[in-house]
């Protein structure tokens, strides 16, 4: 079974502060991804990576970054935390072709004070 | 811009109801399509999913969808559902063009079930 893991499942963080969220995937899988839910506005994504040290923006970009040095491992950084980053992050991994399955972890609930 | 339109954003049914939920989406090209849910308290997990041949398509736990491409819908069916489908379902989409594997999420439909 492909098994994505998050760091933590719960995070509580102050504003201004840099926040690291970590992903790790055990199934080899090129493409790597880190989305945000919020209720009524489904899942939207942040970037994504394809390969070790690559990267696209996704969808909503602005205040995050993340990092890929090694293929099993996708962090994702705010820089900067504001409160309208308090939301659930999900990361997800997938082999490399558009038909393929993506695999989600379990999410972590960040709330930014 | 692409998008996913799910309308019906909470539905809820009597066990050994037929459900359907609504998934529309804005693009004229190539798509391939995937329904996922979310069960309490668990990882989102792929119900189905759908990119060539036969436009019926049968996923895990009775589920299936119809890709109707002259609607842009993909609809998600069940003909009798249990009290352990209560859970959030996403439809999403990817587009050709948009780069690989790289989905829209509709904004999801929380299903509740009543024993």
């Known amino acids: 079974d492909v098994k994505v893991t998050q760091s933590s499942r719960y995070l509580v963080k102050r504003t201004g502060e840099k926040v690291f969220l970590e992903c790790v995937q055990d199934m080899d899988h090129e493409n790597m991804f880190w989305y945000r839910q919020d209720p009524g506005l489904g899942l939207r994504l942040i970037y994504f990576?394809?390969?070790?040290?690559?990267?696209e923006k996704g969808d909503i970009p602005e205040g995050y970054s993340v990092s890929r040095e090694k293929k099993e491992r996708f962090s994702l950084i705010l820089e900067s935390a504001s409160t309208n980053q308090t939301s659930m992050y999900l990361c997800a991994s997938s082999l490399g072709t558009a038909q393929e399955t993506q695999y989600f972890g379990p999410g972590t609930r960040l709330l930014v004070l | 811009a692409q998008s996913v339109s799910q309308h019906n954003h909470h539905v809820i049914l009597s066990e050994a109801a037929s459900l359907e939920l609504g998934c529309n989406y804005s693009?004229?090209?190539?798509?391939?399509l995937f329904w996922y849910v979310q069960y309490p308290g668990q990882h989102l997990q792929l119900l189905l999913k759908?990119?060539?041949?036969?436009?019926l398509v049968k996923g895990i736990k009775g589920f299936e969808a119809e890709f109707i491409k002259s609607k842009f819908s993909f609809n998600l069916r069940k003909p009798s559902v249990q009290w352990s489908d209560t859970a959030e379902y996403f439809c999403?989409?990817?587009?050709?063009?948009?780069?690989?594997?790289?989905?829209?999420f509709g904004t999801g439909t929380l299903l509740a079930v009543q024993p």
């Open positions: 990576s394809y390969d070790v040290k690559m990267k």
């Open positions: 693009y004229g090209g190539t798509v391939n």
């Open positions: 999403a989409v990817n587009a050709y063009g948009r780069g690989p594997n790289k989905l829209i």
């Open positions: 759908y990119f060539s041949g036969d436009p």
